[in-house]
């Protein structure tokens, strides 16, 4: 399926995702992008990528995707104390 830089494209969502999809997707030459969005506000209080509350897990069915996590997690760890203490807590 064809899709003209001029034809119309909504975007379901301004949170981090939607947001990005719309500045590349304009970014690219795509001019009729319309972004809807529940919130009053942008970012969306809504959106997973913009509250306080971020879960990491190390649980995933396949093992890459595991491996990730724990990988992720061990960088940040070793690189939080020169970030900010507030930008994480443990919780168990």
């Not at 003209?4 to 500045?23: M, N, R, V, Y």
């Not at 990528?49 to 960088?75: M, P």
């Amino acid at each position: 399926m064809h899709i003209s830089k001029d034809d119309p494209i909504a975007i379901i969502g301004g949170g981090a995702f939607g947001l990005s999809t719309a500045l590349e997707l304009s970014n690219t030459g795509y001019t009729n992008i319309a972004v809807f969005e529940k919130d009053g506000e942008i970012p969306s209080r809504w959106s997973a990528g913009n509250d306080l509350n971020k879960i990491v897990r190390a649980e995933y069915e396949d093992e890459f995707h595991t491996n990730l996590a724990v990988v992720s997690s061990q960088h940040q760890s070793r690189h939080l104390p020169y970030l900010s203490t507030s930008l994480s807590s443990s919780s168990g």
